[in-house]
């Protein structure tokens, strides 16, 4: 995969302090000397190859609705099919697999901590698995900003 330098400028460049205003993506183009159309399909190209998953902000946990951790353990000939379950649920911002007993694990984000209690309950339900809710007891914040090398 060939990235452009507008590819990496836009890696590079707003991981952190991304702009907080009506036109951020014309924003991000007034500081990097493009239009902001190039920027929009920049971003959209980054996240069709898979570079970018993700485009928003991080707010500290419980400030703006609720969210846990949960995991399942997945028999190995069943980890796609729950996986892509899980995966359809809009409340789930990513899942993952794990190499332990307990194989799969994901995060629920929702309103309240009663809809993310719902969305557990339909996951067991329709997988037929017990689900693990694995709440938060202490934040640690993390810069999660890398300096990207090419």
């Known amino acids: 995969m060939e990235l452009t330098n ?10 952190r302090d ?18 902001e159309a190039d920027v929009i399909a920049a971003l959209a190209r980054l996240r069709e190859l898979g570079v970018v998953s993700r485009l928003g902000a991080v ?25 892509a379950l899980v995966s359809s649920y809009p409340e789930v911002n990513h899942n993952y697999a794990r190499d332990h007993q307990v194989n799969l694990w994901f995060v629920v984000a929702a309103c309240d901590e009663e809809s993310v209690a719902k969305v557990l309950h339909q996951i067991a339900e329709r997988s037929g698995l017990e689900v693990l809710d694995l709440p938060l007891e202490e934040a640690f914040c993390l810069d999660l900003g890398f300096r990207l090398k090419w």
């Open 18 to 35: 991304f702009p907080l205003c009506s036109q951020p993506y014309a924003e991000i183009a007034d500081r990097l000397g493009v239009d």
């Open 6 to 15: 507008l590819d990496k400028s836009i890696l590079n460049g707003f991981q």
């Open 59 to 83: 707010v500290r946990p419980h400030r703006m609705g609720w969210s846990t951790l949960a995991a399942i353990a997945v028999p190995p000939e069943r980890l796609e099919e729950v996986a």
